[in-house]
């Protein structure tokens, strides 16, 4: 190992000598001396000093020497430190809303009570102490509720992945978390995918329409015929939401949808766009006719008032719609067409179930999703397709 942890307030460092050849032999084999200088903790210099018969021995016993210092210094490794250097890893590795799903659910559940540990103190059975205080825990945004199931299964899953990253920078030999095994439940019912049928959605999307024009002849903004813009583009396009929020005039041509950008939102300072969530997700989606229809007049209304450019953003002119906005709407709709209320996400469930109920292929759906393989779509979509083990058997019976 040639690299060693340095803390903020503890730093040892190593500095390498050359394996020496020595006069003599044993076994026919040549004298070796291995040294290695290094300043302990508290900062006094210091020497190891070995002697090895042939040069493999040699290069073993080096290698020996510097695991056993390394694993001197990673007994002192707070989680805490651990959590700052993975952090300052991670940001480079995925999406700024990703991160802040990792480092709030990691900060608000896992740090309070561990963030002073040692790594080699963080025991299965302090795991097991854990997970019984997170059966306690309620709902950092809806602090009357408990934690749901999925969420303490997420929160186990980035603490998890927290000390995988401790076991692959060799800072402890195996992850205690993988012994005590994830939150489970054997009472809970798997939640069944929720969407719209095109009935539930014509009634939503009515109500949606109602209050944009109540709205307009109110106050003579446009402002609300956005969400009932960006539920009609969710519906019929299955596309995330960040995709539609970055989507500009620019992006549509000939009927087409170009899928080029996302947007993340920041709680503080400007939104970032970014590029979609994979390499799949940059695709081209042609229109349907009723989506066709509902952008031209939306477009209409832009082009009505002054500064109307291709660059503005479909949904929302200058900046696209809050997440929040956009929640509160969705659950205003859904209120007054007297229609369950679904997730944002569930809209591309939506798309896909009206897809894949009317018998186009798999290939087609994983495609207009911006899945990076069919197997995802297929494990999310498969049970809506019932009739293929019906077609399959009646090929095998032909085959006889």
């Not at 309070?112 to 790594?119: A, N």
């Amino acid at each position: 190992m040639h690299s060693i942890f340095n803390t903020k307030n503890r730093k040892r460092s190593v500095i390498f000598m050359p394996i020496y050849k020595m006069d003599g032999k044993k076994d026919g084999l040549q004298k070796y001396r291995v040294r290695i200088n290094f300043t302990d903790s508290s900062g006094k210099s210091k020497q190891i000093d070995r002697v090895a018969y042939g040069k493999d021995s040699a290069k073993e016993l080096e290698r020996q020497l510097m695991h056993n210092l390394s694993n001197e210094t990673l007994k002192r490794i707070t989680l805490q430190e651990l959590y700052d250097e993975y952090i300052a890893v991670k940001k480079f590795e995925v999406r700024e809303n990703s991160m802040r799903t990792i480092t709030g659910r990691l900060e608000l559940y896992v740090l309070p009570k561990f963030k002073d540990y040692k790594l080699n103190k963080i025991t299965s059975s302090e795991l097991q102490k854990w997970k019984q205080y997170i059966e306690t825990c309620t709902n950092a945004k809806k602090p009357t509720e408990k934690l749901s199931s999925s969420m303490k299964k997420n929160i186990f899953g980035e603490f998890r992945a927290l000390l995988n990253y401790a076991v692959k920078m060799e800072y402890i030999p195996r992850n205690p978390l993988t012994v005590v095994g994830n939150f489970r439940n054997p009472y809970e019912n798997k939640k069944e995918m929720d969407f719209y049928t095109p009935k539930e959605f014509k009634k939503y999307i009515q109500a949606a329409q109602k209050q944009a024009e109540l709205s307009e002849q109110s106050t003579g903004s446009i402002y609300e015929w956005n969400f009932y813009v960006f539920f009609n583009i969710a519906f019929y396009t299955g596309m995330r939401k960040g995709e539609i929020n970055a989507l500009k005039w620019s992006d549509i041509d000939d009927n087409i949808i170009h899928v080029r950008r996302s947007i993340a939102q920041k709680l503080k300072g400007e939104d970032r766009e970014t590029p979609p969530k994979n390499k799949s997700s940059v695709r081209d989606l042609q229109m349907p006719l009723p989506l066709i229809n509902i952008l031209n007049e939306h477009q209409k209304r832009y082009k009505a008032i002054d500064g109307y450019s291709d660059n503005l953003r479909i949904c929302g002119g200058i900046k696209c719609l809050r997440d929040t906005t956009i929640e509160k709407r969705n659950e205003k709709f859904a209120d007054i067409a007297n229609v369950k209320k679904i997730r944002i996400h569930d809209f591309r469930h939506s798309h896909a179930s009206l897809l894949a109920n009317n018998g186009i292929n798999i290939q087609e759906i994983a495609r207009r999703l911006g899945h990076t393989n069919i197997e995802i779509t297929w494990n999310i979509y498969s049970h809506l397709y019932p009739q293929q083990e019906e077609k399959a058997v009646e090929i095998l019976n032909k085959i006889v």
